[in-house]
């Protein structure tokens, strides 16, 4: 059990951010085997097939994100790999900048990463450095980016919810149920942890509150210098993340887009092709390729390259839409 005490300075400084560089390391985690309960099946399944495809090699990224065991070290991180977001809202690009900038001094760790690896970063740190940032930014764009906006919507509206819980009760009412592991007492975060014991202070620097979609079931903690004292915590209902549910085209929205846009829209529940798309809906490749030009020039759906193939995606915005329209929350791969 750790316990972190908290001063009036660090509940005053207590913060939340959003690491799209978390998210890759804790998906990597995924699909190295950290899902037993099969939370994430879905997209592991469109992901993995997508990956192997693409040629790249994925090593650098891949060798510092421990095979998790029953090993109680299993869980560790290196923290030169994800240090935590300063700004509320990190692009990756931002958050690979600060990766690219990691001090030589600050290359080691304690996780159970191949000692070729180490030795690799140890002799040359700036093109080692170098080519885990490339390796982070190729996996985002085939497993991560097609998916954001809906991984997005679920971080953001945890953070809302327990902003909220703030406002209304202060720090015990913010830590009452953010997860099992998590206990709020008399000033003291306690917090269930398989090997660390004891006490930990803020001394002023507050807790940054970083939610994951793809941590469950576990909380990880940051709480070793230089870094900002920090919680990777699962969101309220990341189980309903990949739910499939009935697609169905809201009248209203029809209405606004016309009903051939509106079920494209509506449709894109997950990453697809224009091919898969024309499948689906009856229409012509060539029509849904000009409906989706139309959708993304006003800022509803994204297109991203996987591999050979373009997959179209909603964005923030459609996903906004769609719901406002009445249709079901956003489903995703099955």
């Keep these: 059990m750790i316990e972190i005490e908290f ?53 650098p990224l891949f ?40 001090p030589p001094a600050l290359l080691h760790t304690t996780a159970e990463v191949p000692e070729a690896r180490m030795a690799a970063l140890r002799a040359d740190p700036a093109a080692e450095i170098g080519r885990l940032a490339d390796a982070i930014g190729a996996y985002w764009e085939l497993a991560l980016a097609p998916y954001w906006s809906r991984v997005l919507t679920l971080l953001e509206g945890d953070i809302r919810y327990r902003a909220g819980r703030l406002v209304e009760g202060g720090a015990q009412h913010l830590f009452a149920d953010l997860d099992p592991q998590v206990t709020w007492a008399q000033g003291t975060l306690q917090l269930e942890h398989r090997t660390a014991r004891g006490a930990r202070r803020l001394d002023g620097r507050g807790l940054l509150l970083v939610p994951s979609a793809f941590v469950w079931p576990r909380v990880f903690s940051v709480l070793n210098e ?12 990341v189980g309903t993340l990949w739910q499939t549910r009935p697609t ?6 029809a209405g606004v887009l016309g009903r051939s846009r509106a079920t494209l829209l509506t449709e ?13 809906v009856g229409l012509t490749p060539g029509g849904v390729s000009q409906h989706l030009t139309a959708l993304r020039a006003a800022g509803l759906v994204g297109a991203h390259r996987a591999g050979r193939q373009v997959l179209y995606a909603r964005t923030r915005a459609g996903e906004t839409i769609v719901q406002a329209a009445g249709s079901p929350p956003p489903a995703g791969p099955a």
């Design 226 to 237: 230089p870094w900002q004292p920090s919680l990777r915590y699962p969101p309220r209902a």
């Design 268 to 280: 894109l529940t997950s990453p697809t092709s224009t091919t898969e798309l024309a499948r689906r």
């Design 7 to 59: 001063g009036m300075a660090d509940v005053a400084r207590t913060r939340f951010a959003i690491s799209p560089l978390w998210e890759v390391v804790a998906s990597v985690r995924v699909l190295k085997g950290a899902d037993e309960q099969g939370l994430h099946r879905g997209w592991a399944r469109q992901v993995r097939p997508r990956l192997a495809a693409s040629g790249l090699d994925l090593g």
């Design 63 to 102: 060798d510092l994100v421990p095979v998790p065991t029953r090993s109680p070290w299993s869980g560790r991180v290196p923290g030169f790999l994800c240090p935590p977001p300063t700004t509320p809202l990190p692009s990756l690009d931002v958050e690979l900048a600060t990766v690219r900038a990691t």
């Design 248 to 253: 169905a085209v809201p009248d209203a929205l």
